[in-house]
């Protein structure tokens, strides 16, 4: 039998299990994977990612100049940031290289909870 310490540890490690969940009753799958509960929900490397694949017009991850951008170090703001605030920020970044100079464009799209794109959504590999 689990004691509510280790519930409590495991639903700290794998925020999108319910207490259903670690009880053994599946919880409602989560299609972002991580970091469902946050605003901008997914993966944050994947979001990372995907700003990288814009910048560079391409879908391959391992592109170089793709790769090139995944490994330069987050800016300081960034950095000290929780998950879903990195999460936002990247998508801030996404939708600012979309509409450059288009404000209330950006603004939109920052705001629309269905802009996630595809590899944010399903990772690399996955069948449309």
Same mark, same amino acid.
């Given at each position: 039998?689990?004691? #509510?310490?280790? #519930? =409590? ?6 925020? /999108? $299990? ?18 469902? +509960? ?10 990372? =990612? ?8 391409? &879908? &391959?991850?391992? /592109?170089?100049?793709? /790769? /090139? %951008? ?13 998950? %879903? &605030?990195?999460?936002? +920020?990247?998508?801030?970044?996404? %939708?600012?290289? $979309? ?6 464009? #950006?603004?939109? %799209? #920052? ?18």
């Amino acid at each position: 039998m689990f004691s #509510i310490l280790t #519930i =409590a540890v495991v639903l700290a490690l794998r925020p /999108q $299990l319910t207490p259903s969940a670690a009880s053994g009753v599946p919880a409602s799958p989560c299609k972002y994977e991580e970091n469902c +509960h946050c605003a901008v929900p997914g993966i944050t490397v994947r979001w990372k =990612a995907a700003y990288c694949m814009y910048l560079n017009a391409t &879908d &391959d991850l391992e /592109q170089m100049g793709v /790769q /090139q %951008c995944l490994a330069r170090v987050e800016p300081r703001a960034v950095a000290p940031l929780g998950p %879903c &605030d990195k999460n936002a +920020h990247w998508k801030k970044r996404l %939708c600012g290289a $979309l509409y450059k100079g288009k404000k209330t464009r #950006i603004h939109n %799209c #920052i705001q629309d909870g269905a802009m996630v794109p595809r590899f944010v959504e399903r990772g690399a590999g996955a069948v449309p």
